[in-house]
Nanobody
């Protein structure tokens, strides 16, 4: 069993930065791929980024590529999402999720077994 808790959200002006954290409980966290998703008001949940268990592979949605960076510190059971050059359209609730599955990609929410409660990110123009 893995429990995930996101933190680091808040209100920031366009062009600013935030770093989200996803802290996990459970000894097997280091073996799991972790993804970040977001849901904006009135929109469906969408993929943002993922990082595989050893950090050796990452992937990003086109909308955040070059601005967001996902990383992890398995010793701290934590995954980070560094968000730079934030835009108003990045406003959403951000969720981290973990999966025990093995795949060539992890862009689909249905692949994930564990989810956090989310942290709100609001970017003002």
């Amino acid at each position: 069993q893995v429990q995930l808790v996101e933190s680091g959200g808040g209100l920031v002006q366009a062009g600013g930065s935030l770093r989200l954290s996803c802290a996990a409980s459970g000894r097997t966290f280091s073996t799991k791929t972790v993804g970040w998703f977001r849901r904006a008001p009135g929109k469906e949940r969408e993929f943002v980024a993922f990082i595989i268990w050893n950090g050796g592979n990452t992937d990003y949605a086109d909308s955040v590529k070059g601005r967001f960076t996902v990383s992890r510190d398995n010793a701290k059971n934590t995954v980070y999402l560094q968000m730079n050059s934030l835009k108003p359209e990045d406003t959403a609730t951000y969720y981290c999720a973990a999966t025990t599955s093995y795949s060539t990609t992890y862009r689909n929410s249905w692949q994930y077994d564990y989810w956090g409660q989310g942290t709100q990110v609001t970017v003002s123009s």
